[in-house]
C-alpha cells in the first residue's frame, strides 16, 4: 500500500511562492503518472496539474504558466512549484495518481493559504 505524504503549504502574499513536496512509500511510485490536486472550502477537489512517469505534464488552465510539476522517481517524489500564487490558489493540496489511475489512498494535504 503506497502511503503519501504531502508538505510544503503555508501562507504567502499574493503574487508569492511556494514549493510543495508529496513524499510516497513503495516503489511502485517510478511507474505512476501523478498529480497534485487541490480542494478549496466548499468547492470540489480539481487536478491542479499531472505528471507521467516520462516526464511528460500537464496543467489546468487556471495554473498554466505560474505552476510547475516535477518528480525525482529515485526519491520516490512529487513537487509543485507554485509562483505569482493568488487568493484564488487557497486550497488544501494533495498528490495522487494521476486521474485516469486507480487512486491511491489520500494523504493528509497541505494547506496553502494566499493573503494579504
Known amino acids: 500500500q503506497v502511503q503519501l505524504v504531502e508538505s510544503g503549504g503555508g501562507l504567502v502574499q499574493p503574487g508569492g511562492s511556494l514549493r510543495l513536496s508529496c513524499a510516497a512509500s513503495g516503489s511502485i511510485f517510478s511507474i505512476y503518472a501523478m498529480g497534485w490536486y487541490r480542494q478549496a472550502p466548499g468547492k470540489q477537489r480539481e487536478l491542479v496539474a499531472h505528471?507521467?512517469?516520462?516526464?511528460?505534464?500537464s496543467y489546468a488552465d487556471s495554473v498554466k504558466g505560474r505552476f510547475t510539476i516535477s518528480r525525482d522517481n529515485a526519491k520516490n517524489t512529487v513537487f509543485l512549484q507554485m509562483n505569482s500564487l493568488k487568493p484564488e490558489d487557497t486550497a488544501v493540496y494533495y498528490c495522487?495518481?494521476?486521474?485516469?489511475?486507480?487512486?491511491?489512498?489520500w494523504g493528509q494535504g497541505t494547506q496553502v493559504t494566499v493573503s494579504s
Open positions: 495522487n495518481a494521476a486521474p485516469w489511475l486507480t487512486l491511491l489512498s
Open positions: 505528471i507521467t512517469n516520462g516526464g511528460a505534464t
